[in-house]
């Protein structure tokens, strides 16, 4: 269990939500009376920052629209050993966020999910079900299968975790860097089912499945550029080298059996190709030796921060 010494904030962001902020904001006070309650505005047109100070929340905004803009300021603002983030929607159970933190501090680990559970269809939609099974597995194929919740916006994290993390997103994919983060540096992680609430009326949710889906999906591609830029680069440079094989497997036969090489474009083209082919895997073999160097230095300064303390 944490200390009393522990430092836990509970950051909210929070984007036209004045219906149910209230209702997080005073779930989370008495489910963490110590914690501090952050309210991150990101350009309201209702009263969610008015509502939100009532309900007895530390108000901040975020003039850059966009979750992962939020969350970037957020953990660039915050000084804390625990941070528990949860959406403004009031569809995460507050109650649970003691057991969250109490499973990061107990096992020493850096970041706990909180792993969506619920028969409310409304709550959980079949297409937003579907595209967070998707992409959790296409991520889980690529980096590592240990987490079943990818886009969960329950979350809780260690205070290495929080300042190692470069957040580079702008909107909803930002759940997606973080997963890829922690599965990067091998940070200690795990999942915890909570129970997941259907919106209270007069709530609607920002999250369009088909246009946040692709952001998703194109956010996924491109941390496999970032992170695995040899087997990238290195895929299509053999895929390059195996055209050019194509293309000039009959040139080389015909001189073999003739002597002559009458398909001069032909033999230029291959050999072109194949020199690219080179050129795409020696980039890929420099731009991987980045990466090593840029996850080190993302892994040194998650050692400089010490764990959450535990008793």
Same mark, same amino acid.
């Given at each position: 269990?944490?200390?009393?010494?522990?430092? *836990?904030?509970?950051?909210?962001?929070?984007?036209?939500?004045?219906?149910?902020?209230?209702?997080?904001?005073?779930?989370?006070?008495?489910?963490?009376?110590?914690?501090?309650?952050?309210?991150?505005?990101?350009?309201?047109?209702?009263?969610?920052?008015?509502?939100?100070?009532?309900?007895?929340?530390?108000?901040?905004?975020?003039?850059?629209?966009?979750?992962?803009?939020?969350?970037?300021?957020?953990?660039?603002? *915050?000084?804390?050993?625990?941070?528990?983030?949860?959406?403004?929607?009031?569809?995460?159970?507050?109650?649970?966020?003691?057991?969250?933190?109490?499973? !990061?501090?107990?096992?020493?680990?850096?970041?706990?999910?909180?792993?969506?559970?619920?028969?409310?269809?409304?709550?959980?939609?079949?297409? +937003?079900?579907?595209?967070?099974?998707?992409?959790?597995?296409?991520?889980?194929?690529? @980096?590592?299968?240990?987490?079943?919740?990818?886009?969960?916006?329950?979350?809780?994290?260690?205070? $290495?975790?929080?300042?190692? @993390?470069?957040?580079?997103?702008?909107? @909803?994919?930002?759940?997606?860097?973080?997963?890829? +983060?922690?599965?990067?540096?091998?940070?200690?992680?795990?999942?915890?089912?909570?129970?997941?609430?259907?919106?209270?009326?007069?709530?609607?949710?920002?999250?369009?499945?088909?246009?946040?889906?692709?952001?998703?999906?194109?956010?996924?591609?491109? !941390?496999?550029?970032?992170? $695995?830029?040899?087997?990238?680069?290195?895929?299509?440079?053999?895929? !390059?080298? /195996?055209?050019? /094989?194509?293309?000039?497997?009959?040139?080389?036969?015909?001189?073999?059996?003739?002597?002559?090489?009458?398909?001069?474009?032909?033999?230029?083209?291959?050999?072109? *190709?194949?020199?690219?082919?080179?050129?795409?895997?020696?980039?890929?073999?420099? /731009?991987?030796?980045?990466?090593?160097?840029?996850?080190?230095?993302?892994?040194?300064?998650?050692?400089?921060?010490?764990?959450?303390?535990?008793?």
């Amino acid at each position: 269990m944490p200390t009393s010494e522990t430092k *836990i904030v509970v950051l909210i962001p929070c984007y036209n939500e004045e219906t149910p902020i209230a209702q997080v904001v005073s779930d989370f006070k008495q489910a963490l009376p110590d914690a501090d309650i952050y309210v991150y505005d990101n350009n309201s047109t209702d009263d969610t920052v008015a509502v939100a100070k009532a309900a007895g929340a530390i108000v901040r905004s975020e003039p850059q629209q966009g979750k992962g803009n939020v969350v970037r300021r957020m953990f660039s603002d *915050i000084e804390a050993d625990v941070y528990v983030m949860v959406d403004g929607d009031n569809t995460y159970e507050a109650k649970a966020a003691p057991q969250l933190v109490a499973k !990061l501090v107990d096992e020493n680990l850096d970041m706990v999910s909180g792993c969506r559970v619920t028969e409310i269809q409304e709550a959980y939609r079949p297409g +937003h079900r579907f595209g967070n099974w998707m992409l959790t597995g296409l991520v889980s194929a690529i @980096f590592g299968k240990r987490t079943t919740d990818m886009l969960t916006g329950y979350r809780v994290f260690s205070r $290495r975790f929080v300042k190692s @993390f470069p957040a580079l997103s702008r909107g @909803f994919e930002i759940e997606t860097e973080l997963t890829v +983060h922690a599965l990067e540096l091998r940070m200690p992680i795990a999942d915890v089912e909570t129970a997941y609430l259907d919106r209270l009326p007069g709530s609607d949710s920002k999250l369009n499945t088909i246009r946040d889906g692709f952001r998703i999906l194109r956010m996924i591609i491109l !941390l496999v550029k970032e992170e $695995r830029p040899l087997q990238v680069f290195g895929l299509l440079g053999g895929l !390059l080298f /195996l055209i050019s /094989l194509v293309l000039g497997y009959p040139v080389v036969a015909e001189y073999v059996e003739t002597g002559l090489v009458p398909r001069f474009p032909t033999a230029i083209l291959a050999s072109a *190709i194949a020199v690219i082919a080179v050129l795409v895997i020696l980039a890929g073999l420099i /731009l991987d030796t980045v990466t090593l160097g840029r996850r080190e230095m993302k892994r040194l300064t998650y050692l400089s921060f010490p764990a959450p303390k535990n008793r």
